[in-house]
Each structure stands twice: as structure tokens, then as C-alpha cells.
């Protein structure tokens, strides 16, 4: 596609529920990106895929947190039994990875998530 | 570790320019960017520049990267009320697996007509 898409663009759901987010990168990005944005805050890194494989999972908050990469393209990121504090903007980006201005990250327009 | 800081806040007058700072600590970095984020929006990347580069300059923008001093500007010259926006600075820099991106916390710009 042309950028990095998300869906759902907006998400309500209730305390304890499991929520799936979905990342589709540009095409032919081999790196992927989890970002978490809470209201008025900058971004927070969760977790970074080259291919399927993710080198980098420091940044997910708990063991709630998880995200998968299939066939080098789309991702999902579940939280599972959210909280309140889960409440936030989730951000994905890819990039070309290849060195030489290949980490130039591109984003998607986020998903918003909202806890009740 | 690594960071990236930022103002908060900056508030400018139509037609003024605008510049936004940002030091970040990590010397290895390879690339450098400004990220525009418009309310209700992803980000959205304006310009970069490699970390061998002392200034780059693109129509109304101007970046100037003293790396000496770990510090990145971005000017923005005859600001608009369209330019209001979240300003991120974020660096790239080579990380065990591949290369890491931090951001700053973002400039929140407005700007008065």
C-alpha cells in the first residue's frame, strides 16, 4: 500500500477484556515498530521486528503485552486483560532497514485505545 | 542510556521564525530526524539528516546538527498556523539486532496569528 495502515482507527473496550491492534507496513519494509503514546506524552517503544523475528521486545510493559509478525508483513500487538493504564495511542512504523537512510521510520495514523 | 530532550512548548507569531532544540547523548548516532504529529495524527516524518551533516535546508525548513554539542535545531521560517503541530526530534543509532530510534517527548508549537 501506499503507507503504513492500523485498524481499528478507534477502540473502546472494558477492564479485563483482551484487545488486538493490527499493523500493516509499507510494502517491502523489513522492520516494524510498536509505539505507545499516552495523552500529552511522546512516544514509547515497545517492540521492533526485522522480518518475523523481534531482536528488540525491551520495551513491552508487562507480560500482558505480546506481538507477532507473519510472512515479514503484518503485525498484531494484543494486550491481554487491559487495564486503564492501557488507555493510549498505539503507534506502528515501518522502515526499509537496509542502512544508508533505510531506518527512516514511517508512521501509521495509530490506533486509539480507550479503557474503560 | 540513550535519550533525546525537548522543550515542551513554544509559541511564535504568524510570520516569525521558529526554531526547536534537541540534545540527544548517544554519539554513535547515524541519523537524525524531525517528526511533525498534527492533532488526532500519526507522525509524520519532514526532513532528516545524516549525523556528517552540519546543516540541511529544505524550502522553509532548516536543520542544523552540531554534533560536537550532541544538538539539533530545526528552524521554521515565516511560520503559519498550519505549522502548529507536536515537533519530535529522534536519533538513530546502531543497537545489538540492527539500530535503535529514540524519540524526544515532542515541541508542542503554537503559533498566534
Known amino acids: 500500500g501506499a503507507g503504513v495502515s492500523q485498524s481499528p482507527s478507534n477502540k473502546v473496550t472494558e477492564k479485563g477484556k483482551d484487545v488486538e491492534l493490527r499493523c500493516d507496513p509499507i510494502?517491502?519494509?523489513?522492520?516494524l515498530y510498536w509505539y505507545r503514546q499516552s495523552l500529552g506524552q511522546g512516544l514509547e517503544f515497545l517492540i521492533y521486528?526485522?522480518?518475523?523475528?523481534?531482536?528488540?521486545k525491551s520495551g513491552l510493559p508487562s507480560d500482558r503485552f505480546s506481538a507477532e509478525r507473519t510472512g515479514g508483513s503484518v503485525s498484531t500487538l494484543t494486550i491481554q486483560r487491559t487495564q486503564q493504564e492501557d488507555s493510549a495511542v498505539y503507534l506502528c512504523?515501518?522502515?526499509?532497514?537496509?542502512?544508508?537512510?533505510?531506518?527512516?521510520?514511517?508512521f501509521g495514523p495509530g490506533t486509539r485505545l480507550l479503557v474503560l | 542510556g540513550e535519550d533525546v530532550e525537548q522543550s515542551l512548548f513554544l509559541s511564535v507569531r504568524e510570520g516569525d521564525s521558529s526554531v526547536i532544540n534537541c540534545t540527544y547523548t548517544?554519539?554513535?548516532?547515524?541519523?537524525l530526524y524531525w517528526y511533525k504529529q498534527e492533532p488526532g495524527a500519526g507522525l509524520q516524518l519532514l526532513t532528516y539528516?545524516?549525523?556528517?551533516?552540519d546543516m540541511k535546508q529544505d524550502q522553509r525548513l532548516t536543520v542544523l546538527l552540531n554534533k560536537k554539542d550532541k544538538h539539533l535545531s530545526l528552524r521554521i521560517a515565516d511560520t503559519q498556523t498550519g505549522d502548529s503541530a507536536i515537533y519530535f526530534c529522534?536519533?538513530?543509532?546502531?543497537?545489538?539486532?540492527?539500530?535503535?530510534?529514540?524519540f524526544g517527548a515532542g515541541t508542542r508549537l503554537f503559533v498566534k496569528a
Open positions: 510494502s517491502g519494509h523489513t522492520a
Open positions: 512504523a515501518s522502515s526499509w532497514d537496509a542502512g544508508g537512510g533505510g531506518e527512516t521510520q514511517y
Open positions: 539528516i545524516f549525523s556528517n551533516m
Open positions: 548517544d554519539s554513535s548516532s547515524t541519523y
Open positions: 521486528f526485522q522480518g518475523n523475528s523481534a531482536p528488540d
Open positions: 529522534a536519533e538513530t543509532a546502531p543497537n545489538t539486532g540492527g539500530f535503535k530510534t529514540i
